[in-house]
């Protein structure tokens, strides 16, 4: 074979490795993490004792007790807003906190309008923030 015909497959093969086999691929969105209620939604309307099933997408979820990349478990506050990241989370009747790393709970709450807000939290229970946080209102009847 020629050089300059050598020199075409060698350049042909190097393109087709970045732009076809290359991984990952910088045109497909990564979702960030987040975290939800799996069977409640906003003003849902509940009898006691309801349970609640919570997730975390694109996170591990992984019992506390130490910092681990990428990883965490869930909290769950009664009548009390997301906590700012980085603030430890505080153990009481109105933050509940799930360090075995559950992934539900039962409640049973006096009738009225609460607001829940699941909040991801790291290893020590620093709080990830706003962004791994969300929040709902429901009736219990």
Known sequence: MKIKTLFFIGLSALWLSTHIFSYPRNDIPVPEPSVDFLNLKDGDQVSNPFKVTFKA???RTEPAGEFKENSGHHHLLINKPYIEKGNAIPA?????HFGKAQTETELNLNPGVYTL?????????RSYGKALSKTIQIEVK
């Open 57 to 59: 997408n694109g996170i």
């Open 92 to 96: 009481d009747s109105n933050h509940l």
């Open 117 to 125: 807000t699941l909040q991801f939290a790291d290893g020590y229970h």
